[in-house]
């Protein structure tokens, strides 16, 4: 295996390039070397003109206009292919969250008094129940769950009428969707739709593709994802502020390593309980450690550690660089974004590679299949295979770098507001609501805020997107809120930590010091983007505007996932300007990159920008901030008497 690519040119975090030394000198091949083996990607693809929906093609159609083919086999141009293709890529990844979602509905059916899945969030339940319109007058709490995770359940496919949307959708932007027809139908029903308006010979029209792929991205972000946060949150507690480590650092060289990657907590939440089992300790005693060390990796990782405080060991990119530091007893996986890599990878190792889930087995894996019913003994299983090999390490083979930060996570929005309370004078401020928030972007104390979300991908190298524009926006008094693998890259970068303050601007670090918050809110995994959808429209709502007109932005700077795909276009949908670090493949379309990036801002107030460089989007970003800052500044707002915040508000 040829390793070509230059130390220092893959992370901008150390303990990945010093893994990534180890590897060359052990002979392991990486993601960065299979990216070098590729040599150049396929440019077709590369711009979405290559189409294979029917056996008549592959057709691969020239994006030169007069130049090449110009049309596939039935006819279909580049503009027809480049939007089937962005379409089926919000399809695929409406389907992954949504069915994430569905699951953790599935589970909450299951709760019990005595039962290992029980109801920890009473009060969210409440809340949500009243939003499904479940009566709970005179019932038990288990009935109630179950009956608002049957109202969930049915949502996915009711055959008539549209999603039951949650009540931070400002009536501004409903109206917008009815007037484009993109308010969203049943979540499943969206999905198929697209697949059958994709399949060979029906639609045949970019603007029409693109107008039923933002329909269907509507029922991740507001359906799909929230009921999976919400119901998340109901059984396994809304997260709390709290103090957590990030990086390979958090591996240690006395326990049991074992990491939790992939992204449903229903697993992990378990593993969690059941690790802390006096029986599962002692397990690992007797095997030689000094106990067991859980470290998350991608969402599955922003779930535990943002309920459990559960360390973070990295980011997407870090999966197979975790095995690399010879001292991890076993990597579990559940869904999405596992490298089948792992499975060879793995056997240079003691490391064994755990696939839990019939969704996602891999060829080469140990495959324990984790049953929610028996969920506990499952969990303690699975335990058990990874305390049983820890004697069967190489010393010789063991580098943990001794890099790792510290920094907060656990910004739920109840936590938020908790924080927002805490310096407000409840007598005439509305105490639990963003208002505070609201004010500080009115009167310009926050510049405006921004939420930068998503992967990492060969094509930036690890992080630095993330990084760079992270830190340009806390710098002018934007605020940050992060998920996904976006939040382990500002944790690793100690962004996520109360002394990041001494990057920020002068009104962000005031808010931040008033509130007792870091400048960057580490608000969950990606399906818990629906928490920033509420935040964004909860505020919007109390200034008595769209989404659309707010001085927020989105981000995804080193973006891969079709549900990237999905989040941005639901971004979109609901009015936030979105930059994408990484160019999606319709640029071989003139007209799907004039859709994506002009034409949306006329339908729904928000478009996306293409830009590879962090540092021109950033100054993109901010710039479209300032625009939008006009719709807020005009607000007379009535000068509320906040005490701690008045004097941010001079204007009031
Ligand atoms: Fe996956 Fe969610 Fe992307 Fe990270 S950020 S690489 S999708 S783990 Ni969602
Ligand atoms: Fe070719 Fe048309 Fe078939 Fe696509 S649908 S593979 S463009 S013939």
Redesign the pocket.
Known sequence: MAHNVLFGNIAQDLATEELYKKAQTENIETLWDRKAALKSQCGFGEQGVC????T????RVSPIPGKGVQR???G?TADV?ASRHYARMVAGGVAAHSDHGRNIAHTLHMVSSNGRYQVRDDKKLLEVAARWGVSVEGKDINAIAQQVAEMALNDFGKPFGNLTLPGSVPDQRKKVWEENKILPRAIDREVVTIMHATH?GCTADAESMVNLAMRTSLTDGWGGSFIGTEFSDILFGTPVPREIEANLGVIQTNMVNIVLHGHEPVLSEMIVLASEEPEMKALAVKAGADGINLVGMCCTGNEVTMRHGVKIAGNFHQQEFAVLTGAVEAVIVDVQCIFPALATLTQCYHTKFITTSPLAKITGAIHVEFNEKDAFESAKRIIREAVENFHNRKPEKILIPQIKSQGMVGYSNRAIIGQLDRVVNSYTHKSGSFEPLAQCLVSGVLRGAVGVVGCNNPKVKSDYGHIEIIKKMIANDVIVAVTGCAAQAAAKAGLLSKEAVQYCGEGLRKVCELADIPPVLHMGSCVDISRILELVGEVAKILNLDMSELPVVASAPEWMSEKAVAIGTYAVSSGLDTFLGVTPPVTGSPEVTDILTNRMENWVGGKFYFETDPLQAAEKMLARIEEKRANVEKLNIQRMCVTGYDELSPGF
């Open positions: 189409c294979r929906i029917c008549m093609g592959p057709c596939g086999i039935c279909a292919i060979m």
